[in-house]
């Protein structure tokens, strides 16, 4: 396998870098799709009674997040459990919790993040709603979809789960710290015991 490089992202202290919108997606880049929640159960795709929220991760804490700079050349980036919590603080300060957009090209002003949680512990409220079990301080937030096109979309497996949008500055990671092959295989081992 060959070695691609890895950068953290990080955000500035004055507040000017970070997130700016939350996409709606039809392949998240941390690869996990949200759960459409009717009134009753949790499901991909709902038929009455809607109550048009949809619940899943926007950020995993080290999750290697494949990218391609303008160079065209592979690399991974991640963010740390710090970073996170700083950016989902941020996301609600900033009133960007109606800043949505579809695969981050067009803006929608039908969907609003109405919940927001960092994951923490074995009881936490993703694994009640099926969501997968992913590390403790993992980004977790349920939009409210008013928007009837949007819901359309998600009911038809056009869109899957969110992607956040915003300006990070890169810092390379120590490679030697780094065993890219074992975050990967956990990852795969992860899914499948998923499944």
Same mark, same amino acid.
Not at 133 to 160: C, H, M
């Given at each position: ?6 950068? *953290? ?14 996409? &709606? ?9 949200? !759960?459409?929640?009717? =009134?009753? *159960? ?18 995993? $804490? ?7 700079? /303008?160079? +065209? ?5 991640? #963010? ?6 700083? @950016?989902?603080? +941020?996301?609600?300060?900033?009133? &960007?919790?109606?800043?949505? +957009? @579809? /695969?981050?090209?067009? $803006? !929608? ?12 512990? =074995? ?11 992913? $590390?403790?301080?993992?980004? #977790? ?20 789960? #969110?992607?956040?949008?915003?300006? #990070?500055?890169?810092?390379?990671v120590d490679m030697k710290?780094? +065993?890219?092959?074992? &975050?990967?295989? *956990? ?9």
């Amino acid at each position: 396998m060959e070695k691609k490089r890895i950068v *953290k992202c990080v955000i500035d202290e004055n507040g000017k870098l970070g997130i700016t919108a939350m996409g &709606l997606v039809d392949i998240p880049a941390i690869e996990e799709n949200w !759960v459409a929640l009717s =009134s009753e *159960k949790v499901k991909l795709s709902s038929v009455d009674k809607e109550r048009r929220m949809l619940y899943g991760a926007a950020l995993i $804490p080290e999750k290697l997040i494949l990218r391609i700079d /303008q160079n +065209n050349e592979e690399y991974y980036m991640k #963010f740390e459990r710090e970073t996170i919590e700083t @950016l989902a603080h +941020n996301f609600y300060k900033k009133n &960007l919790h109606h800043t949505t +957009n @579809l /695969q981050h090209q067009y $803006p !929608v002003t039908g969907v609003t993040i109405v919940e927001s949680w960092l994951k923490e512990g =074995s009881s936490d409220k993703s694994l009640a709603l099926g969501l997968s079990d992913l $590390p403790d301080g993992t980004w #977790f937030i349920g939009a409210k979809v008013d928007d009837d096109n949007v819901w359309e979309e998600v009911k038809a497996g056009a869109i899957r789960g #969110f992607s956040i949008e915003g300006m #990070f500055t890169e810092q390379a990671v120590d490679m030697k710290a780094v +065993n890219v092959e074992s &975050l990967l295989i *956990k990852d795969v081992e992860r899914v499948l015991a998923s499944l």
